[in-house]
């Protein structure tokens, strides 16, 4: 396997849309129950939770960047077997695939639970999943820069969402945010730990740089991505502390969701059905950009053809969509992944910093030799 890998013009997109595939696929479902395991460590000084994990995924991005850069065209399955050999670099790439198809099952079964939850109680969760799935493969089906199009267009179909939490916001009671700075400093990182779920998506950036036009020019569009996610995720916890008591957010699964319940317009009594209908336009692009990173990295990594392997997925997310129905399972399914996740997209590209470098610096010693 080749460490570099050449893309073809026209299979390329500019670094611009890298801002909406960041945004759109860390926003996705996170968001929806960060307020809650943040508040549940950091109480009511959740918000600077918050604002660490935001500075925390702006180091990361700096050392993913500092790491795709010192590759002309390459991405993460390739720097491993540059790395570390074939046959760990192809290991580490097999549990790159595994916790990408986690990401995706848990994303897929807590849409179809939020679903059953504010619409359709009476729904099989099979029905709704196969529904999305077939979306899924017929979009995959497209490729690479049709999932980015879709991630494009999406962005500013359900954007509009975020703007009718003023509701909620102007019924905050301050009181709830006191006393301010109590949360000891432990609290505080377990807060951002908690926030894991939201984290999850950074480390597509390691996949699609050989997709990149003009490489030079990804660290703003990444770094706006992060910015506004951490924003997003700041107002929706301000909101959420300031609007419920601290009883009832340790309880709700989805906070986010739960606000819109209070919004009624005369010819809308039930404006929260929308949202959860609307909210399907933010968590497809995650879904169909997940599905197609499986697809690209086992053609990758063992020359499988990327539709039978969309089809082996597609079959494996209905599967598990049937037997994963519990709500306690749910949630430690979610939680695990979420772990795995800040080890994955934040701990591990510190620790691969290092070595990538030593080996740059190997290989340049070897050439100045010859």
């Known amino acids: 396997m080749e460490v570099n890998h050449v893309v073809k013009p026209n299979l390329q997109i500019r670094a611009f849309y890298l801002f909406f595939i960041i945004l759109n696929i860390q926003t996705g479902l996170g968001i929806l129950g960060a307020p809650r395991h943040i508040f549940q460590e950091a109480k009511q000084d959740a918000w600077i939770s918050v604002l660490i994990g935001g500075v925390i995924m702006h180091v990361v991005v700096v050392v993913m960047v500092i790491i795709l850069k010192n590759y002309e065209s390459a991405d993460i399955l390739g720097i491993q077997v540059d790395v570390?050999?074939?046959?760990?670099?192809?290991?580490?790439?097999?549990?790159?695939?595994?916790?990408?198809?986690?990401?995706?099952?848990?994303?897929?079964?807590?849409?179809?639970?939020?679903?059953?939850?504010?619409i359709y109680p009476q729904m099989p969760p099979?029905?709704?999943?196969?529904?999305?799935?077939?979306?899924?493969?017929?979009?995959?089906?497209?490729?690479?820069?049709?999932?980015?199009?879709?991630?494009?267009?999406?962005?500013?179909l359900s954007f509009w969402l975020f703007f009718f939490l003023y509701e909620?916001?102007?019924?905050?009671?301050?009181?709830?945010?006191?006393?301010?700075?109590?949360?000891?400093?432990?609290?505080?990182l377990f807060g951002s730990y908690q926030a894991g779920y939201s984290y999850v998506g950074l480390e597509i950036l390691f996949f699609i740089y050989p997709f990149i036009e003009n490489k030079k020019k990804i660290s703003m569009p990444v770094h706006a991505g992060v910015a506004s996610t951490t924003i997003l995720l700041l107002v929706v916890t301000v909101i959420s502390v300031g609007f419920f008591t601290s009883i009832t957010l340790e309880h709700l699964i989805w906070p986010a969701l739960s606000m819109y319940k209070i919004i009624e317009y005369p010819i809308i009594e039930r404006f929260d059905l929308i949202v959860v209908t609307q909210w399907a336009m933010v968590i497809f692009p995650n879904f169909i950009l997940f599905a197609w990173l499986i697809t690209y990295s086992m053609k990758r990594l063992y020359g499988i053809s990327q539709r039978k392997v969309l089809y082996t997925i597609a079959t494996l997310l209905l599967i598990g969509i049937i037997y994963i129905k519990k709500q306690t399972i749910i949630s430690q399914f979610i939680a695990t992944?979420?772990?795995?996740?800040?080890?994955?997209?934040?701990?591990?590209?510190?620790?691969?910093?290092?070595?990538?470098?030593?080996?740059?610096?190997?290989?340049?010693?070897?050439?100045?030799?010859?």
Request: proline share 4%.
């Open 84 to 118: 570390f050999g074939t046959w760990i670099g192809k290991a580490l790439g097999t549990v790159y695939i595994l916790y990408i198809f986690g990401v995706l099952l848990s994303s897929l079964i807590n849409y179809i639970q939020i679903v059953q939850v504010f």
């Open 126 to 156: 099979w029905l709704l999943g196969a529904l999305l799935i077939l979306l899924i493969v017929y979009t995959v089906l497209g490729g690479f820069r049709v999932a980015v199009g879709v991630t494009f267009v999406f962005f500013f």
């Open 168 to 188: 909620p916001a102007r019924l905050m009671d301050l009181n709830h945010f006191k006393p301010m700075l109590e949360a000891t400093p432990k609290e505080l």
């Open 337 to 370: 992944i979420s772990n795995i996740g800040f080890i994955i997209a934040i701990v591990y590209p510190v620790i691969l910093l290092p070595l990538v470098l030593i080996k740059r610096k190997l290989v340049k010693m070897k050439e100045k030799s010859k």
